[in-house]
């Protein structure tokens, strides 16, 4: 890897906004971890490989709703993004079935609703 | 494809749960109107709004409505959805929100990653520091923008900064505190597992602003995963050129390094915290000279929070001036508080300063889980006190805090509920201070001790009258005669507790009693022969065979058997064994 200059940085700054893919995030942190965060992940990578489905799986850290562990963020072009939290294999299940192929928002599993 | 999406939830926990009975009747009265294949109705396990009812929220228009009854089916639809007219007595507005700034990356970018926080604008405020600023600018930014210590004592940053920059000397230190070890506090640990490179950002500019060439993160070795991200963190910065020799092409080098702690409370406390890289034994030692003086190794060294840190990018980005609006005349910014204890939604919560108590607790927390009304709320840790409920409407700051006996501390905030006796609770709190004394002073290893006995002497039934004055007595000795901050606020709990609740103390040593039914010696379990429906359920379940009788004649626990487990209370069914 190269340094990077002052230029550099700003130019990964500006060519990394605006792509905006569908994609769901699960959260990573211990507390995550400890609920089972890393069973739904793996899930996660397999169902959307068996099934062919075009979107990313991502990871990132706990947005601080600890009492809801695993909780998974939801972007799908067409519905708000979502914050489904308790999340086993069954819930994503349902989120890979309804949320993401028929773009609906799945029932007494949604946290929160941003945006 | 749905125009509208409509969230439906009941918030009230005292009756049954209206949730999916309403969203039928909405259901059914949509597809009457023909609108179902454009409103979505969906059930949602939370909110954000609480006890108010069966609340509705539609979006997009972020329209919440709360006590909704069935009969206002027909106006929602009638006039909200198809008019867009909003129906003013039922509408909620939101009282309380969270301001993340500290808290900005966590949960949506990938930690691992120097790229998603490099395309979140991470790293940006350091190429102003070296292009633009300078070290003069970048600390008057500093203190134009009030920021204040998160660890604990609120100490005003610049300053810190400033006595390093000016000392002279050729060798300096940063140093990060990531020794989180108050019970129940998360914070810096969510921050370094959330957003690693925030904290290394934070560290570098601190180390540009002083001169230092060198820095360690010291954090715990208990938090395995927040060193694996750190680490990694560490490890990208280097390979961008964001560490190590000439940063971001220009003449500042800065190498960081981690040290690992092997979790004892007191070397969270700055004095020992530098003994411990030094590799001596962790015991504090008397200040002054400050560390920002005479710190590390001898040399000038500053010493920040992880939660301060993290706020050196984001102040740098949009300036001093404008985070000093955020917060209150003295406490500037935002505060991460670990929300624990008897709370339905317990977790993270980043509010601006100055938000009430009651807010954070009732309105972003939900209340409690148990339903149960608060007794109060504990901030700071084993440092800070007990604030009853009566004082829960008190804006959150340094200052407001002190007052109330308690400190902001590093953000550990535990709810507790009328079930939590008061004189449990410090005794608790000064059981772990003792546990994790130094030993190294008197007032705090010894004082700690003879104020724990009191308490156990209190909860066990056995305190006179005198013990209360002995325990001020000896809160007051430790405050002003212990070398450290660890001894020094150790009576903390002590003093606020009986500040706000000497008749729960009085309780125990005159009556003994214990209102809350926690201290095992002062509760007797029996049973309400009117009550008991005779299911046996309590014998099968007493470990010591304490309860005895059968079906015909009823049941009868043996006091001098009971061994004060609870368990025959729990199971019972229909609340037939008395607890007092």
Redesign the interface.
């Known amino acids: ?6 230029h550099d ?2 130019k ?2 500006q060519a ?2 605006g792509a905006s893919k569908d994609w769901i ?1 699960v ?1 990573m ?3 995550g ?1 400890a609920a089972g965060a890393d069973d739904v992940f793996n899930f996660f990578i397999e169902e959307v490989k068996k099934r062919n489905l075009q979107i990313e799986i ?11 562990e695993p ?1 998974v ?1 939801v972007s799908v072009a ?3 993004p979502v914050v489904y ?2 999340v086993n294999k069954e819930v994503a299940t349902k989120i890979l079935e309804k949320h993401v192929i028929s ?11 941003l945006g | ?2 125009t509208k ?1 409509i ?1 439906v939830k009941d918030t009230d926990l005292k009756r049954e749960d209206k949730t999916r009975e309403f969203y039928t009747h909405l259901l059914d009265y949509l597809r009457g109107s023909n609108l179902h294949s454009q409103i ?1 109705v ?5 909110i ?1 709004v609480y006890d108010k009812g069966l609340v509705i ?1 539609i ?2 228009d972020k329209i919440i409505y709360c006590n909704v009854q069935d009969s206002d089916i027909k106006r929602i639809v009638d006039s909200t959805l198809d008019q867009g007219k909003i129906i003013e007595d039922l509408v909620f507005k939101l009282k309380a929100k969270q301001h993340r700034l500290v ?1 900005r ?8 990653s120097i ?2 926080y ?2 979140c ?1 991470g ?2 405020g350091l ?1 102003k520091v ?2 633009e600023l300078g070290q003069q600018k970048l600390i008057e930014e500093i203190k134009l923008s009030g920021i204040r210590g998160r660890g604990g004592a609120g100490y005003p940053t610049w300053m810190k900064w400033n006595f390093a920059r000016e000392a002279a000397s050729t060798e300096k230190f940063v140093i990060c505190n990531a020794d989180e070890g108050d019970p129940g506090a ?1 914070m810096d ?2 921050i370094l ?3 690693p490179h925030s904290v290394v950002e934070g560290l570098i500019i601190a180390a540009f602003a002083i001169g230092a060439p060198k820095g360690y993160f010291y954090i715990r070795a208990e ?1 395995p ?2 060193v694996e991200r750190i680490h990694k963190a560490i490890k990208q910065a280097y ?4 560490l190590g020799q ?1 940063i ?2 220009s003449s500042f080098n800065l190498d960081i390094e981690i040290r690992l702690g092997a979790g004892a409370f007191v070397c969270g406390e700055e004095t020992a915290l530098i003994s411990s890289i030094e590799g001596k034994r962790g015991t504090p030692h008397p200040r002054p000279p400050y560390p920002s003086v005479k710190g590390l190794w001898g040399k000038p060294t500053v010493i920040n929070n992880v939660e301060t840190l993290a706020n050196i990018p984001v102040i740098i980005s949009n300036g001093g001036k404008w985070f000093s609006q955020i917060g209150t005349q003295a406490s500037k910014g935002t505060k991460v508080f670990a929300v624990t204890g008897k709370v ?7 509010i601006a300063m100055g938000a009430t108590l009651r807010e954070i607790v009732m309105d972003i927390c939900g209340g409690t889980l148990s339903g149960k009304p608060i007794k109060a709320v504990q901030t700071g840790g084993p440092s800070g006190g007990v604030i009853p409920e009566a004082l829960l409407d008190t804006p959150v700051d340094y200052e407001n805090l002190q007052k109330l006996g308690s400190i902001m501390g590093s953000g550990g905030m535990i709810v507790m509920d009328e079930d939590d006796c008061m004189v449990d609770i410090p005794k608790f709190y000064l059981g772990f201070c003792v546990e994790e004394s130094c030993g190294k002073c008197a007032p705090c290893r010894i004082g700690g001790f003879q104020m724990l006995g009191y308490l156990k002497k209190i909860s066990e039934g056995k305190g006179v009258a005198d013990d209360l004055g002995q325990l001020r007595r000896l809160s007051l000795a430790m405050q002003k005669a212990s070398l450290c901050g660890l001894g020094q606020t150790a009576s903390n709990p002590v003093l606020s507790t009986l500040k706000y609740f000497e008749h729960e103390y009085n309780e125990h040593i005159l009556n003994k009693r214990c209102p809350a039914g926690k201290c095992s010696n002062l509760v007797t379990y029996e049973i309400v022969e009117d009550k008991c429906k005779r299911c046996g359920l309590c014998v099968i379940n007493c470990p010591v065979q304490a309860i005895s009788g059968g079906k015909e004649e009823g049941y009868l626990i043996a006091q001098e058997k009971c061994i004060k487990c609870g368990r025959c209370f729990d199971v019972c069914k229909f609340k037939a064994i008395s607890k007092k």
């Open positions: 890897m190269n340094k990077l200059t002052p940085l700003e990964m700054h990394s906004s995030k959260g942190s211990s507390c971890i991502k990871k990132c850290g706990c947005a601080g709703a600890c009492y809801a909780l963020e067409g519905l708000p939290g308790a773009k609906m928002l799945v029932n007494d599993c949604i946290f929160e609703v | 494809m749905y999406v969230l979505q969906v059930r949602v396990a939370d954000g929220k979006l997009p808290l990356n966590c949960g949506k970018i990938n930690p691992e790229e998603e490099i395309a604008g790293y940006l190429k070296l292009g998360y640990r969510s597992e959330g957003d938090y995963l927040a390979d961008f050129g964001l000439n971001l092409g339905k939604n317990s977790g993270l919560v980043e």
